[in-house]
């Protein structure tokens, strides 16, 4: 799943490229969370809540605050460099303001779509080989990156899932086995370091025999059972941090 932006202050314009992007999702078997704004303020503000994007397409002509200011923002005030901003304009030769946001690529409006296509087709290729973990909670299917996830935490009936969304931890929960993940293919580098804690191993900030602390501060013990496994598998996936 990739979460993707659009901001232009036509509205006529979110919705052709919303449009589009369904369209690009359906014929390429992917997975688009899309949201429009029709101002930079708009974006800046939802981004200041602690929402982030992979994918950003930014109008150039905004009314107040301009696309090559909101670019500015998310890399410099945001220290956001992995969000990727696909600049649009009705002009062209804007190059060098928009050096300093390191856009991903420039479209021109009207925006053709064998064109808006290409940039998607590149933009999959280079950044959207993240793994997903899928869960159902409440009907609902839901899918988080695996590089976000510290650990899972099995209580009762539940599985609890700690993880990084921004800035902030959160945790989310749904109703499964603790099994379930060991048999997981793309859960092949967490551990099990007791029966209730199956632990991303690149998560692991520092080890000892009987515990380990993880990216989110929590300090979990290791249970005696596992402990050679935990040991054999932090020294083999992550020794330099060791």
């Not at 359906?26 to 969370?33: A, S």
């Not at 107040?64 to 500015?72: A, D, K, R, S």
Request: aromatic share 12%; glycine share 4%.
């Amino acid at each position: 799943m990739v979460k993707v932006a659009i901001v232009d202050d036509e509205k006529i314009i979110c919705t052709e490229l919303t449009k589009l992007l369904k369209k690009y999702e359906n014929e390429h078997k992917t997975v688009l969370e899309i949201h429009n704004f029709n101002s930079g303020e708009d974006l800046i503000d939802d981004i200041k809540e602690n929402s982030s994007y992979d994918l950003i397409l930014l109008d150039i002509e905004l009314a107040e605050i301009n696309g090559v200011e909101v670019g500015c923002f998310i890399r410099n005030t945001e220290n956001d460099h992995t969000c990727q901003i696909i600049y649009i304009s009705s002009k062209a030769g804007y190059a060098m303001e928009l050096f300093q946001v390191r856009p991903f690529n420039f479209l021109i409006k009207p925006i053709e779509e064998n064109r808006l296509f290409s940039c998607l087709d590149d933009y999959m290729k280079l950044f959207s080989n993240e793994m997903y973990f899928e869960y159902v909670n409440k009907k609902m299917r839901k899918l988080i990156p695996v590089s976000k996830i510290y650990y899972f935490e099995s209580c009762g009936r539940k599985i609890i899932i700690h993880f990084s969304n921004g800035q902030k931890c959160e945790k989310y929960e749904y109703y499964g086995k603790m099994q379930e993940l060991i048999d997981n293919k793309c859960l092949t580098n967490f551990v099990l370091i007791h029966k209730s804690f199956f632990v991303n191993i690149f998560h692991i900030l520092s080890y000892s025999y009987e515990e380990i602390t993880v990216t989110d501060g929590a300090i979990l013990t290791v249970s005696k059972p596992n402990r050679k496994e935990v040991r054999r598998r932090i020294l083999e996936c992550s020794a330099d941090k060791f």
